[in-house]
């Protein structure tokens, strides 16, 4: 079993930057896939951004390229999605996942675990 919990959301003007992290429960860790998904209010959930088990293939989504960045410290049993140049369409729950293979994916359905979310919301 793993566990996930996210922090570092929070309210940020368009623009500007944060930096969520997702820290992971469980002896495996470097051997997952992981990913990024946000959520916006009546929207279905969306993939962000994935990295595979060592940190060194990464898929975004096309919204986001060059503003946002995937990274991992196994180390740390950590994730982060460094966010940079905000946007309000950006405003959204944000939910880290773990994949139990170690190629990463675009696809929902191949991540077993899941965080419980962090919020964020950008201003105009």
């Known amino acids: 079993q793993v566990q996930l919990v996210e922090s570092g959301g929070g309210l940020v003007q368009a623009g500007g930057s944060l930096r969520l992290s997702c820290a992971a429960s469980?002896?495996?860790?470097?051997?997952?896939?992981m990913g990024w998904f946000r959520q916006a209010p009546g929207k279905e959930r969306e993939f962000v951004a994935a990295?595979?088990?060592?940190?060194?293939?990464?898929y975004y989504t096309d919204s986001v390229k060059g503003r946002f960045t995937i990274s991992r410290d196994n180390a740390k049993n950590t994730i982060y999605l460094q966010m940079n140049s905000l946007l309000p369409e950006d405003t959204a729950i944000y939910y880290c996942?773990?994949?139990?293979?170690?190629?990463?994916?675009?696809?929902?359905?191949?991540?077993?675990?899941w965080g419980q979310g962090t919020q964020v919301t950008v201003s105009s």
């Open positions: 996942a773990a994949s139990a293979i170690p190629i990463a994916t675009m696809t929902r359905r191949s991540y077993s675990w």
């Open positions: 469980g002896r495996t860790f470097s051997s997952y896939a």
């Open positions: 990295l595979n088990w060592n940190g060194d293939t990464t």
